[in-house]
C-alpha cells in the first residue's frame, strides 16, 4: 500500500484548449503536384517557447530560412542559434528539432530535395554575408545575397535573398534548363510571370509577403518591383550554378532573354 504521506510518483495530466498555441509545420507544395522534380517546400510556425518535434528526412537534403522572429536548431553535431534571414543546410538522414527561444512568432520556411550524398551542416548568418562582397552580386536596382553557393557542399541546393529597389525588373528574362526553382516573397509588393515563351506570356501575376512562385525547368520567371523594396528568397535545385556567375550578360542586364 502506498504510503498517504510519501510524495507521489506519478506525474499529473495536462490540459491543452483547442485554441492553445503550437508548433506547426505548414506544407506548402510537394513537388509532384507543382511539375517539378525535386523541391517542396512548407513553414515551421513557433509561437513564443515552442518547439518542434525531431524530424528526420532519410533521402532530402533541406535549407532552412529564418524569415520572422529567431530560431534555434538542435542537431546531433550541435546547437545552432538562427537569426533574422539566416540559412541552415541540414543533410540528407540528420535529426533535427527546432525551438522559439525569443518573445515574437518565429516562422522558418523549410525547402528540401532528395540528396544521395552526406555533407556538412552549414549555417549561413546574414548578419556577416551581407557585408562580404564575394557573397554579394550587384545588379541594375537590385543585389544578390549568395547564402548558400555552389562552394558549400551539397546534392541540388543552391540559395539565396534578392533584394529589389523600387520601380526595377529582371532583365533580361532568363530561364533554365537543368534547375527548377522556387521564389518566396519576404516583404514588400511586386509582379512576377511565370512563362514558357513570349507568347504565352497573358498577364502579370501581383505577388505580396508570404506568396511563392514555383519555377518549373525552361520557364522564364521575371520579377518587378513597385513602389517598395521587394525581398524575396531564391531556392535552387538541380545543377547548382547562380546565374550571373555562369552568364557576364545577365550581370550587365544585355540581350532580350538568356537561356542557361
Request: charged share 20%.
Amino acid at each position: 500500500m502506498l504510503d498517504a504521506m510519501q510524495p507521489s510518483s506519478v506525474l499529473p495530466g495536462m490540459l491543452f484548449r483547442a485554441a492553445a498555441p503550437g508548433a506547426v509545420f505548414r506544407q506548402r507544395f510537394l513537388h509532384s503536384e507543382v511539375g517539378l522534380e525535386f523541391l517542396d517546400c512548407g513553414e515551421h510556425h513557433l509561437p513564443p517557447g515552442a518547439r518542434t518535434q525531431t524530424v528526420v528526412l532519410p533521402d532530402r537534403e533541406r535549407l532552412l530560412f529564418v524569415w520572422k522572429g529567431v530560431a534555434g536548431a538542435e542537431l546531433p553535431s550541435g546547437r545552432f542559434e538562427l537569426e533574422h534571414y539566416d540559412v541552415l543546410y541540414v543533410p540528407r538522414g540528420c535529426a533535427f528539432q527546432l525551438e522559439n527561444p525569443g518573445p515574437e512568432p518565429a516562422c522558418v520556411i523549410q525547402c528540401t530535395a532528395p540528396a544521395e550524398n552526406l555533407h556538412p551542416v552549414f549555417h549561413a548568418r546574414f548578419a556577416e554575408m551581407s557585408r562580404r562582397e564575394e557573397r554579394i552580386r550587384r545588379l541594375k536596382g537590385k543585389d544578390v545575397y549568395l547564402m548558400f553557393d555552389v562552394g558549400e557542399p551539397a546534392d541540388k541546393l543552391v540559395a539565396g535573398y534578392t533584394f529589389f529597389r523600387p520601380h526595377q525588373r529582371s532583365w533580361p528574362p532568363h530561364n533554365h534548363t537543368d534547375q527548377e526553382e522556387v521564389y518566396f516573397f519576404l516583404k514588400g509588393r511586386g509582379s512576377m510571370e511565370v512563362y514558357e515563351s513570349p507568347e504565352t506570356l497573358s498577364f502579370v501575376h501581383n505577388v505580396e509577403e508570404g506568396d511563392l512562385v514555383t519555377i518549373p525547368v525552361l520557364n522564364y520567371h521575371p520579377v518587378f518591383s513597385q513602389e517598395a523594396p521587394l525581398e524575396f528568397l531564391w531556392c535552387i535545385a538541380g545543377a547548382r550554378y547562380w546565374v550571373g556567375d555562369k552568364h557576364q550578360s545577365f550581370m550587365s542586364g544585355t540581350g532580350t532573354s538568356l537561356t542557361t
